[in-house]
């Protein structure tokens, strides 16, 4: 019999559990919005949580992006009572020191720069106007920039003509942020069990594959069973199970590994206590092995600082974000991974947020990248829990898609950095994905960014980064010659004129609704 007709016999047998291992926050977040989404239907769905040892440590942050706001509406969780009890703070977007330079600097606001002239989009007048000499940079027309750059907010009601496409986004304390997502968890009625895995009990080959798992033997005695398995270990305790021929988690034959693009493979986490005033972004300075984050929150800065165990050594990364930041509190080295799992779902086991793709943390997605695999989840919930076949294949390619989307965001920040040091250098130089580099080229040649299916950046982000990283257009859109340059310079003023006047009335962190509530 072909695996086809067997998939498409027999009864149909439904989901009717579910049980999520892993640990922090993939795995509350999982149980949690599956509870939600799940649990209280006609038919529930038992939703079962297997917590595995935290490997969080003092001071690590979770900085999101805008999008996230749509995860905790799906929680049910309001975003500023949410920050108020974590003891987060807004933000609105990047600040990078030194990444084109030694000496440059650039923003990269949750913002569009500028608005269309003529039908036209803003950027083509911003490049013919710097390859003729006008030295002002593309972030100098984000009103988010102008914002943070003056500490303040940015508001839609101030903005009430809506120039600006601006967004806020938040920084959240990953230690209280889980506290508080665990407390609603339990209290939604998700069943749980705080135990590592003493072994994982896979079938004989049935549903196309080398076994799927029955049941779950832990180590304080308790067995799990589930219709359905969802790894959210992080580093595939699960996954690796069912995988044809098992193998560790960074064997070839299953995980493609990313070293190769981004070598920084070591992190120091830390903290200092909390800037006055409190910065409205966050901040990422170059170094000569790595960069430094700076992420703002109530009570402290969190620290993160990602390094080339190859380039440089701990304790000299630990000097020099002491020069930068000051002195760290509780600093701890965590391993960085980079790279996906080549097939995340396998036979009833799908792994989801880091277990099936860990990215380079230069941009706060990692909460995405969950929210991310979990909404395609439930779009595929399997509506026969012996055959999954399509559900698999469909995320499997979605999830891909995705993955190589932000990976090639990400890695722009390396491939585009301006500077000397071996490190910088080795960026530079790795050859790079094709698609990363066709945006690259055409947007050199025309302006343009050619965005496919699945993209989580839009093509202002994209716009921004580059000119940022110092890559102008060479040519633009033919119609963006009509425009006289006295009239172009005129254009310009005002624009900049008017960003600069409601900047100035925006609210700063003490009179802007910041997350003062304490209850979700």
């Known amino acids: ?181 665990g407390r609603i968890a339990l209290a939604a009625g998700i069943k749980h069990h705080v135990a590592e895995l003493a072994s994982v009990n896979i079938a004989d080959g049935i549903d196309n594959t080398d076994g799927r798992i029955e049941s779950l033997q832990l180590k304080n005695g308790e067995t799990v069973t589930a219709d359905l398995f969802i790894d959210a270990s992080g580093d ?57 984050g700076r992420y703002p929150l109530r009570a402290h800065t969190a620290l993160f600082a990602p390094f080339s165990s190859a380039h440089t050594h701990a304790d000299q990364v630990l000097e020099k974000v002491q020069h930068t930041a000051g002195t760290p509190q509780q600093p701890h080295l965590k391993p960085l991974i980079r790279g996906r799992r080549t097939n995340p779902w396998q036979a009833n086991c799908v792994s989801v947020g880091t277990t099936a793709t860990s990215l380079d943390p230069v941009q706060g997605i990692q909460l995405h990248l969950l929210h991310t695999s979990l909404s395609y989840l439930l779009t595929l919930i399997p509506t026969d829990s012996g055959c999954m076949r399509l559900e698999r294949e469909i995320y499997n390619a979605r999830l891909h898609d995705h993955s190589l989307r932000l990976r090639d965001f990400q890695l722009a920040h390396y491939a585009l950095n301006g500077r000397r040091e071996p490190f910088w250098q080795h960026c530079a130089n790795a050859p790079r994905p094709d698609t990363l580099q066709h945006k690259i080229e055409l947007f050199r040649t025309r302006g343009h960014i050619p965005l496919k299916e699945s993209e989580t950046f839009q093509e202002e982000s994209w716009q921004l980064l580059f000119a940022g990283c110092g890559l102008v257009p060479v040519a633009w859109h033919p119609r963006a010659e009509l425009m006289a340059e006295d009239e172009q310079i005129a254009t310009f003023q005002r624009m900049l004129n008017s960003i600069a006047a409601r900047a100035a009335q925006m609210p700063a962190p003490a009179s802007a609704s910041a997350g003062h509530s304490t209850t979700v």
Not at 243 to 266: G, L, R, T, V
């Open 236 to 292: 595939g305790e699960l996954i690796t199970q069912v995988e044809p021929e098992p193998a560790k988690y960074f064997e070839a034959a299953h995980f493609e590994s990313w070293a190769h693009w981004f070598p920084c493979d070591q992190a120091l986490v830390a903290s200092v206590p909390a800037l006055q005033p409190r910065p409205t972004f966050n901040q990422v300075n170059a170094f000569d092995a790595g960069w430094l």
């Open 1 to 181: 019999m072909s695996a086809f007709t067997k998939e498409s016999s027999g009864s149909c047998s439904p989901i009717r559990s579910i049980a999520v291992v892993g640990r922090d926050v993939d795995a509350w977040i999982s149980a949690l919005l599956l509870q939600l989404s799940l649990g209280n239907a006609d038919k529930p769905v038992t939703i079962t949580l297997v917590e595995l040892p935290s490997r969080l440590t003092p001071g690590e942050v979770y900085p999101t992006l805008p999008s996230q706001q749509a995860l905790h509406r799906l929680l049910r969780l309001d975003q500023q009572a949410l920050l108020g009890a974590c003891g987060g703070l807004l933000s609105m977007g990047y600040r990078y020191f030194g990444w084109a330079g030694s000496k440059s600097e650039f923003f990269m606001p949750f913002d569009t720069a500028g608005s269309a002239l003529n039908g036209v989009a803003f950027i083509h007048y911003w490049a013919r106007a710097w390859q003729r000499g006008l030295n002002i940079p593309l972030d100098a027309f984000s009103l988010c920039a102008a914002s943070a750059k003056q500490g303040r907010y940015y508001s839609h009601e101030i903005d009430s003509e809506r120039f600006s496409s601006g967004q806020l986004a938040g920084n959240l304390p990953a230690i209280s942020y889980l506290q508080t997502i």
